[in-house]
């Protein structure tokens, strides 16, 4: 079983393939998404050289992803970070967005657990369960499995779109509770 508080060392050949230390195979970047998704820490060396190329693989995925259409970052947004590399704001940019995902990963992790650990009135009501694990799905989709317990806060599926085919099953399966309760 391999040590997941260090990070996973990924070596990048000559060819530009990339070698998985751990498993020792080959590994695509969307491979390298899933690692970090399951909340993995990656390392990516340049074998020749010995450059750290993480920095430039996180932002590659990140294009490819934006150029599929799975629009994260706002434009103006983007543009802000254009014009933070010609500006004195350089300097606070990287903290300040450090800061923002930190309050949103610990915001994310607070809500799950107050949706899971405190007794309401409505936890008796009949599909709470069923309704309780479609809010976790969800926020595991809106947030693409950002922060601590994330891969406990949805479905065991790695999948977004079998996220999704559970959360219309369990959408499915309430309003039929539902409909029944009102007869």
Do not use: C
């Not at 751990?22 to 050289?49: H, N, P, W």
């Not at 490819?64 to 590399?85: F, K, M, Q």
């Not at 450090?98 to 650990?117: H, V, Y």
């Amino acid at each position: 079983m391999s040590d997941d508080s260090k990070p996973l060392l990924i070596k990048r050949y000559a060819s530009r393939r990339l070698y998985n230390t751990e498993t020792s195979d080959y590994v695509t970047l969307e491979d390298i998404a899933r690692f970090i998704r399951e909340g993995r820490e990656v390392q990516i060396i340049d074998l020749k050289s010995g450059d750290d190329l993480t920095r430039q693989y996180l932002l590659q995925i990140i294009a490819e992803h934006e150029s599929r259409g799975e629009n994260v970052l706002p434009i103006n947004v983007l543009t802000d970070l254009v014009r933070s590399y010609t500006t004195q704001a350089q300097s606070v940019v990287p903290q300040f967005l450090a800061m923002s995902f930190d309050i949103l990963r610990d915001g994310q992790s607070k809500m799950i657990e107050n949706m899971t650990s405190i007794p309401t009135p409505m936890s008796k009501m009949p599909g709470f369960d069923a309704m309780q694990k479609q809010q976790q799905a969800f926020l595991k989709a809106m947030t693409g499995g950002w922060g601590p317990g994330s891969s406990e806060a949805g479905s065991d599926n790695d999948h977004p779109s079998d996220d999704l085919d559970d959360i219309r099953k369990q959408l499915a399966e309430l309003q039929s509770k539902l409909s029944r309760m009102e007869k």
